[in-house]
């Protein structure tokens, strides 16, 4: 079945720096990849997403890249703000998504 | 804008008792998933439902499990007898038809088993 390593598992950063998580995959059936952000106690989140037949996308302070080659994948959030500060899940879907063990994102103000 | 519900937000039930744990997806969807989430770890997948039936079911998803979509709206999860380390969050998700897998998930429901 398919396999999702994420790191790092935490992570602190300054605000306006930028912070970036990664995820590699194993099942090359795998055609979608959205990005988690989670609160305590909060349903997942869905910040932003991508399709196996795009390299990257950005949204706002938010981008995402997908190495299919590889099967990497990467969260880029730039100029952080103390309100980034959560659990950041990284997920593979082919229907059923497998997640990422998650990053804690602390960003100091 | 539609939303996946699920009831309770909470449930406690004494270990060995029945759960059903109720979700009401989105109207125009057609697939259904449970997810699980034990405190302070990752959303695992438990089962996806297509078509009346179950399409895929994780290794956590035993005899104990069962999903059901009694009508057109409901699509449930029961554990028949609870154990303690069925405690955690239980999201459940709908998507659409289309190709791209965008799942949209519940607010969870979470299940304390004493």
């Known amino acids: 079945g398919e396999n999702v390593e994420q790191h790092p598992s935490t992570l602190s950063v300054q605000e306006g720096d930028s912070a970036v998580i990664k995820c590699t995959y194993s099942?090359?059936?795998?055609?979608?990849f959205p990005w988690y952000k989670q609160e305590l106690g909060k349903r997942p989140q869905l910040i932003i997403d991508?399709?196996?037949?795009?390299g990257e996308k950005k949204d706002q302070r938010i981008a995402v890249t997908l190495n299919k080659t590889a099967k990497h994948f990467s969260l880029h959030i730039t100029e952080t703000q103390p309100e980034d500060s959560a659990v950041y899940f990284c997920?593979?879907?082919?229907?059923?998504?497998?997640f990422g063990d998650g990053t804690t994102l602390t960003v100091k103000p | 804008e539609p939303e996946v519900t699920q009831t309770p937000s909470h449930q406690v039930t004494q270990m060995g008792q029945e759960v059903i744990l109720r979700c009401v997806p989105i109207?125009?969807?057609?697939?259904f998933y449970w997810y699980r989430q034990i405190l302070g770890q990752k959303v695992e997948f438990l089962v996806s439902f297509y078509n009346n039936e179950i399409s895929e079911k994780s290794e956590i998803f035993d005899d104990q499990f069962s999903v059901e979509r009694p009508d057109g709206s409901n699509f449930t999860l029961k554990i028949r007898s609870t154990k303690l380390e069925d405690s955690a969050m239980y999201f459940c998700?709908?998507?659409?038809?289309?190709?791209?897998?965008?799942?949209?998930f519940g607010p969870g429901t979470r299940l304390t088993v004493l």
């Open positions: 991508i399709r196996s037949n795009v």
């Open positions: 997920a593979a879907s082919r229907g059923k998504s497998t």
């Open positions: 998700a709908s998507r659409s038809s289309g190709g791209w897998n965008e799942q949209f």
């Open positions: 109207s125009n969807h057609l697939y």
């Open positions: 099942d090359s059936a795998s055609n979608y």
